[in-house]
Antibody, heavy 116, light 110 residues
Framework: EVQLLESGGGLVQPGGSLRLSCEASGFIFSTYWIHWVRQAPGKGLVWVSRISTDGTTTNYADSVKGRFNISRDNAKNTVFLQMNSLRAEDTAVYYC?????????WGQGTLVTVSS | QSALTQPASVSGSPGQSITVSCTGTSSDFGGYKFVSWYQQHPGKAPTVMIYEVSKRPSGVSNRFSGSKSGNTASLTISGLQAEDEAHYYCSSYTTTSTVEFGGGTKVTVL
């Protein structure tokens, strides 16, 4: 069974940093790109970032470019999202997702709250 | 503002059919057939209901169907049931290989 387990969310002050982790199991992790998608409270889904199988290719939404960094450790079946210079508008549930051909399998998400 | 446009809400009575639309541009849909639809109940993660415009994953009811015409994709739910009440999001890969989502549609069963 495919499992994606996010962790690392919490309350952080504006301007602060947070590192999210996504630990995967149930599939050959190193053969899949991994994405992050977020959802602000009461709002829709927004794509954030993605990383290639070997970590050499990364892409970011304009709203997080220069502030967020995605990386992966294939030996530990884990993807990371380092979030710096956090803003109130970054408050959201962050989902780790695995593209399965043309659709996503989703983790349960981790909540990030940016507030003073 | 989402690049893919969905109606904010659609409602129907039990047993009726409803359709949720998702409109974008040619670059949004990229000419690909990679349009998918996700159902999300409150407090839960999204789950896929339709992929590649009209395919259903194993386990999804055949009451759910998808189609696409030009730059508008559609999700139809036939025989509407109380359990179908949820938010629905369309999604597509773009010509630049990024992913876009629609703003979401709340489906209400009257």
């Amino acid at each position: 069974e495919v499992q994606l387990l996010e962790s690392g969310g919490g309350l952080v002050q504006p301007g602060g940093s947070l590192r999210l982790s996504c630990e995967a199991s149930g599939f050959i992790f190193s053969t899949y790109w991994i994405h992050w998608v977020r959802q602000a409270p009461g709002k829709g889904l927004v794509w954030v970032s993605r990383i290639s199988t070997d970590g050499t290719t990364t892409n970011y939404a304009d709203s997080v470019k220069g502030r967020f960094n995605i990386s992966r450790d294939n030996a530990k079946n884990t993807v990371f999202l380092q979030m710096n210079s956090l803003r109130a508008e970054d408050t959201a549930v962050y989902y780790c997702v695995r593209p399965t051909g043309s659709y996503f399998d989703w983790g349960q998400g981790t909540l990030v709250t940016v507030s003073s | 503002q989402s690049a893919l446009t969905q109606p904010a809400s659609v409602s129907g009575s039990p047993g009726q059919s409803i359709t949720v639309s998702c409109t974008g541009t040619s670059s949004d849909f990229g000419g690909y057939k990679f349009v998918s639809w996700y159902q999300q109940h409150p407090g839960k993660a999204p789950t896929v209901m339709i992929y590649e415009v009209s395919k259903r994953p194993s386990g999804v009811s055949n009451r759910f169907s998808g189609s696409k015409s030009g730059n508008t994709a559609s999700l139809t739910i036939s025989g509407l049931q109380a359990e179908d009440e949820a938010h629905y999001y369309c999604s597509s890969y773009t010509t630049t290989s990024t992913v876009e989502f629609g703003g979401g549609t709340k489906v209400t069963v009257l």
